[in-house]
């Protein structure tokens, strides 16, 4: 995937220049301009996912819930999911894990959603952007929906 | 100097916290940095190659053809369009937000923009391939079936609940960018 990324960016960057210099100069000055603006509260969210990561191991997670953890499972699997920031390849292994290791499909279902949707400690950097209350409405919509998710989940899994 | 140093003040006080906490347990120290390095090596992946698309689509595509595709009057091809680029996104939501940023101050719907968000966030096509291998096809297309709906339906609601004003100054502040 990040091939396709570089090779389409080098591309459309290389086509740019071909066709005009300056207007590729100012690109790359905004690009960096842009980077550089956010590159502080980037690193202060990559450090604390650095902590989260470090204070919760799985088996602390598979605790919380356990198929048989009912909606406070699914609740707790839920705040788990919004504090976390896990890339999804690490996620989608992870909870693949949980599964066998005996975590219930609403429960899963509840995390990977709050996971990709909701997101507390990138909270400062989407306020920066969104302002404070577009930025707390959609992560409490995102998780209300996680819900749903949850329950379409396990009543589809629970049908086979 | 005060700019800078104002800027990454948050950074200089976890850090001097962090390395506090791990003169007395190195462990968490350790882990932290490893998991901190995971994560960077992953983000200056991913990132710079975004915020140059960024600064090329900035450039080269005017405010009119963008609000063509994606405006207030784009209709359904303006939603499908958001729900694509999100979708064929790579990298972890905090990426969109720049791009979404981009696109207030082209001129792209605010509803499109949040459906762009939510696509990103959940319906990205190589993590869904990654969410099949994991967790089987039954769950990840339940997920995306039930996600497409509530993206849209997410996206409705926020418009409604901000409100013209708020939207108008989020335009505002993105065009000064």
Known sequence: ??????????????????????????????????????????????????????????????????????????????????????????????????????????????FISTLMMVGVVTLPVEISYFGKRLAVYRNLLAFGFSFLVAYVIGYVEALV | MNGVLKKYRNLVIVLVVLIGVSLFNLEFGKSVARITTMQLKEMLFVIPPIFILLGLLDVWVSKETMSRYMGEGSGLKGVLLAILIGSAAAGPLYGAFPVAAVFMKKGVAFRNILIFIGA???????????????LGPRFAITRLLVDIPGIIIIAAILTRLVGKDEIGRLYEKASAQ
């Open chain 1, 1 to 110: 995937m990040n091939t396709i990324l570089y090779a389409g960016t080098a591309l459309l960057l290389i086509l740019s220049f071909i066709k005009d210099k300056a207007k590729t100069k100012k690109a790359l000055k905004k690009a960096w301009k842009s980077l550089e603006n956010i590159l502080p509260q980037f690193l202060v969210v990559i450090l604390l996912v650095g902590v989260l990561l470090t204070v919760m191991d799985s088996e602390m997670i598979l605790r919380i819930i356990g198929a048989d953890s009912g909606w406070l499972g699914v609740l707790l699997a839920a705040v788990v999911g919004a504090i976390t920031l896990i890339p999804g390849f690490v996620a989608f292994p992870t909870a693949a894990m949980l599964l066998q290791g005996g975590a219930g499909y609403m429960q899963i279902a509840a």
């Open chain 2, 120 to 134: 990103w966030s959940t319906t990205k096509i190589p993590m869904l391939l990654f969410e099949i291998a994991s």
